[in-house]
């Protein structure tokens, strides 16, 4: 695939890196609303994830049941019920982002290889490789906002710090 997919999954050039914008987000700020905002932070994290998981099941053969509404695609609440909870969600975002890695590293013989649809929309990505993209830039979309959000609460940058150019 190509190298500027690669590169997007570990957030070189204009993206951040996936892993480290949730790293170091303690429990109590993870599922805290921000005013004018719907989504915690542990929500966009369980969301990203879920989608990750979602097409590389696709991708690998699978036929997962399409959620009928988009509301199956988020936690059923904004904050995890406790530490365990926040961090399986980061460990299960993690996977999906390890997931995404060994897809951008296919060879581009396999990005054009079909993918059967698990809904009637038209509109679903049905290629490894544009699977991959909209998986990406989906990501992109949310980790973006949990980097507002982060900012927002006081809790940015990560531990392992920030781009600095």
Same mark, same amino acid.
């Given at each position: 695939?190509?190298?500027?997919?690669?590169?997007? !999954?570990?957030?070189?050039?204009? $993206?951040?890196?996936? !892993?480290?914008?949730?790293?170091? &987000?303690?429990?109590?700020? =993870?599922?805290?609303? %921000?005013?004018?905002?719907?989504?915690?932070?542990?929500?966009?994290?369980? $969301?990203?994830?879920?989608?990750?998981?979602?097409?590389?099941?696709?991708?690998?053969?699978?036929?997962? +049941?399409? /959620?009928?509404? =988009?509301?199956?695609?988020?936690?059923?609440?904004? =904050? /995890?019920?406790?530490?365990?909870?926040?961090?399986?969600? !980061?460990?299960?975002?993690?996977?999906? &982002?390890?997931?995404?890695?060994?897809?951008?590293?296919? +060879?581009?013989?396999?990005?054009?290889?079909?993918?059967?649809?698990?809904?009637? =929309?038209? *509109?679903?990505?049905?290629? %490894?490789?544009? &699977?991959?993209?909209?998986?990406?830039? $989906? *990501?992109?979309? $949310?980790?973006?906002?949990?980097? !507002?959000?982060?900012?927002?609460?006081?809790?940015? /940058?990560? /531990?392992?710090?920030?781009?600095?150019?």
């Amino acid at each position: 695939m190509p190298q500027v997919m690669r590169e997007l !999954v570990t957030g070189k050039g204009a $993206h951040a890196d996936a !892993v480290r914008s949730v790293e170091g &987000i303690p429990l109590e700020l =993870a599922g805290r609303l %921000v005013p004018g905002f719907p989504q915690s932070i542990f929500g966009l994290v369980w $969301h990203a994830a879920y989608w990750m998981e979602y097409e590389e099941k696709r991708i690998a053969g699978g036929a997962p +049941p399409y /959620p009928e509404h =988009a509301e199956e695609s988020w936690p059923p609440s904004p =904050a /995890p019920k406790d530490e365990a909870e926040w961090a399986a969600t !980061v460990a299960w975002f993690r996977r999906g &982002i390890e997931a995404l890695q060994a897809l951008a590293d296919l +060879p581009s013989s396999e990005g054009v290889r079909s993918v059967a649809r698990t809904h009637g =929309a038209s *509109n679903q990505a049905d290629t %490894v490789a544009d &699977i991959t993209w909209q998986t990406l830039v $989906h *990501n992109s979309y $949310h980790i973006g906002q949990i980097v !507002v959000l982060r900012q927002a609460l006081g809790a940015w /940058p990560p /531990p392992t710090g920030r781009d600095t150019w």
